[in-house]
């Protein structure tokens, strides 16, 4: 299987499933006819998630926003590769979807492309950072990789297989996408980590976790990390840059110009859902990987 090289510069869903679901919407959108017509859709779902049961002043049941390409109602056959997107703290899962960018409008423009290998997006309503080892970071980890990927994959027409699966998140949800997806190569094959919150402060430990588990971050398909000149975590996601050389781990690194907010749009448009299209497989896109 081809990887990415180095680069240092640049609804009842049954019990026997831990998610349940309460879920409004329906197609709309604006977006450009895909295969068999229609339009693109913004559902919102509630998923309930038994990893978090425990866990004291959080609400088991959690807010999901998911995107449904165009071609999705129109082509009953068709199964689709799913990019997992988690906000940063404070956010809700409605992020991108209008607060902080406009993913349906990209996705939208970008499914109607010859070659772009149109994906479902699901966001999560948001998570607290989750670096360490305690109870609740694992639960929660727990939540993202069990839960709520067990609850898609049910609901939906998904590829249900880690080289279809990608990860990515912005700020605290990017440094959330570092944990779990170290932690959860056989999940998820790809990475995207935007703006990572990786402050100085914490970034010992997260430089430990990386070490200890260098070998399933080298299980990954792809891994992709930006962040901004002007960004508060750069020296830490430098020190993260170095640490992946050091260890052989291959990754792409890119720093632009600007902080961390104000070229996310851009950045989901032109780097993001790009980046997935290639590197997660998908039946109707030839030059993707092969489907496992």
């Known amino acids: 299987m081809k990887r990415l090289g180095i680069s240092v510069c640049a609804v009842i869903v049954s019990a026997t499933l831990a998610g349940r679901v309460q879920g409004q919407g329906g197609f709309r959108g604006g977006g450009p006819g895909g295969a068999g017509g229609g339009a693109s859709a913004i559902e919102h779902v509630t998923v309930h998630g038994s990893a978090l049961d425990g866990i004291r002043g959080e609400s088991a049941d959690r807010q999901v926003t998911i995107y449904l390409p165009a071609s999705y109602r129109g082509d009953q056959a068709r199964r689709y590769p799913v990019v997992y997107l988690l906000p940063g703290s404070g956010d809700r899962d409605n992020a991108f979807t209008g607060p902080l960018a406009n993913l349906q409008a990209s996705a939208d423009r970008l499914g109607s492309a010859a070659g772009f290998s149109s994906p479902i997006v699901v966001a999560p309503n948001a998570l607290p950072p ?163």
């Open 130 to 292: 989750i670096a360490g080892n305690d109870s609740n970071a694992t639960a929660w980890e727990k939540f993202i990789a069990e839960d709520l990927v067990a609850f898609i994959d049910m609901r939906y027409r998904t590829i249900a297989g880690r080289i279809s699966r990608g990860l990515a998140g912005y700020s605290t949800g990017g440094s959330n996408v570092l944990r779990i997806g170290m932690k959860r190569s056989g999940v998820f094959s790809s990475l995207y980590m935007m703006s990572p919150d990786l402050q100085p402060g914490a970034n010992a430990e997260w430089l430990m976790m990386v070490e200890s588990n260098a070998e399933n971050l080298k299980k990954c398909y792809a891994i992709a990390i930006d962040i901004g000149s002007k960004d508060p975590s750069l020296a830490a996601a430098r020190q993260l840059k170095e640490a992946l050389v050091r260890l052989k781990v291959p990754h792409s690194y890119e720093e632009y110009d600007g902080d961390s907010t104000n070229r996310l749009n851009e950045r989901i448009d032109r780097n993001l859902l790009p980046f997935f299209s290639k590197v997660l497989a998908a039946s109707a896109n030839p030059t993707s990987p092969a489907v496992q």
